[in-house]
Nanobody
Framework: QVQLVESGGGSVQSGGSLRLSCAASGYAYNTYSMGWFRQAPGKEREGVAGIATNGVTKYADSVKGRFTIAQDNAKNMLYLQMNSLKPEDTAMYYC????????????????WGQGTQVTVSS
């Protein structure tokens, strides 16, 4: 059974940094593409960053140059380093996994974590 558990969210001031973690279990980790998504109240879930099984990464324009997705296959962990945070980054952040997602940044993944809240104050 695939399980994804996020951690690392919190409250920071604008310009601060956070690192989100996602612990994955229940499957051969490096055979799945992984993604980070976020959803703010009243808004649709949006893709933030994704990493394919071949290591290719993709970022939303709004986070390019500020966020970095990385994975540790030996530990079955996915990370999202978030720097220069802005109030508009405030959202619930979700980790997702799929064997073959059509698009890395579209929310058509089979497996999702419960989310971790990120709040950025001005």
């Amino acid at each position: 059974q695939v399980q994804l558990v996020e951690s690392g969210g919190g409250s920071v001031q604008s310009g601060g940094s956070l690192r989100l973690s996602c612990a994955a279990s229940g499957y051969a980790y490096n055979t799945y593409s992984m993604g980070w998504f976020r959803q703010a109240p009243g808004k649709e879930r949006e893709g933030v960053a994704g990493i394919a099984t071949n290591g290719v990464t993709k970022y939303a324009d709004s986070v390019k140059g500020r966020f970095t997705i990385a994975q540790d296959n030996a530990k079955n962990m996915l990370y999202l380093q978030m720097n220069s945070l802005k109030p508009e980054d405030t959202a619930m952040y979700y980790c997702a996994a799929d064997k073959n997602p059509l698009y890395l940044l579209r929310p058509y993944y089979n497996y999702w974590g419960q989310g971790t809240q990120v709040t950025v104050s001005s």
